[in-house]
T-cell receptor, first 111, second 114 residues
Framework: QKEVEQNSGPLSVPEGAIASLNCTYS??????FFWYRQYSGKSPELIMF????GDKEDGRFTAQLNKASQYVSLLIRDSQPSDSATYLC???????????FGKGITLSVRP | GAGVSQSPSNKVTEKGKDVELRCDPI?????LYWYRQSLGQGLEFLIY????????KSGLPSDRFSAERTGGSVSTLTIQRTQQEDSAVYLC????????????FGPGTRLLVL
């Protein structure tokens, strides 16, 4: 059973702080890693994807991947109340394949 | 441009009835996925269509579930003899050929089986 595990939540941070969301996966053959954001009652939307070890930055978001440790994380800098949502980690073995999702972690940014 | 659309947005049915859920992918997207999200759970993969290839049905939870994709575009997910545990949000996603791994999700169909 290929699994994707996320920290149990919820996670609460004050506005302006860094939010750190973590994810581990069991399938060493995984090649593609995604973070989706899902607002309550809405469908998931892609925030970041990362394929290579290291960091990938996009605005206030940084994805970090460590394939040796089977670990992927998402850092949100200068957190805003509008970042309050559930964040889903997803993993894929590669091209033309399904995504395996974690259960998600709910982030709450306090004004 | 238009995104992935799904219909109906909400469906309430009685246990034992059949339901059909529809997905219109983004125009030109060759890959189409169905997922299910139960309350407080992550997304569970159901089935995946890629072009004319045989679909990956490995996520379908039982033989009551089936899906088809006509003309390489619209897809219908059918649940026969619905059970209360089928209540969930059913999400469709599409992906563009050569567009990397990014899947774009539709708004979902909220199914409630009474």
């Amino acid at each position: 059973q290929k699994e994707v595990e996320q920290n149990s939540g919820p996670l609460s941070v004050p506005e302006g702080a860094i939010a750190s969301l973590n994810c581990t996966y069991s399938d060493r053959g995984s090649q593609s890693f995604f973070w989706y954001r899902q607002y309550s009652g809405k469908s998931p939307e892609l925030i970041m994807f990362i394929y290579s070890n290291g960091d990938k930055e996009d605005g206030r978001f940084t994805a970090q991947l460590n394939k040796a440790s089977q670990y992927v994380s998402l850092l949100i800098r200068d957190s805003q109340p509008s970042d309050s949502a559930t964040y889903l980690c997803a993993v894929s073995p590669g091209a033309n394949s399904k995504l395996t999702f974690g259960k998600g972690i709910t982030l709450s940014v306090r004004p | 441009g238009a995104g992935v659309s799904q219909s109906p947005s909400n469906k309430v049915t009685e246990k034992g009835k059949d339901v059909e859920l529809r997905c219109d992918p983004i125009s030109g997207h060759t890959a189409l996925y169905w997922y299910r999200q139960s309350l407080g759970q992550g997304l569970e993969f159901l089935i995946y269509f890629q072009g004319n290839s045989a679909p990956d049905k490995s996520g379908l939870p039982s033989d009551r579930f089936s899906a088809e994709r006509t003309g390489g575009s619209v897809s219908t997910l059918t649940i026969q003899r619905t059970q209360q545990e089928d209540s969930a949000v059913y999400l469709c996603a599409s992906r563009q050929r050569g567009g990397g791994e990014t899947q774009y999700f539709g708004p979902g169909t909220r199914l409630l089986v009474l």
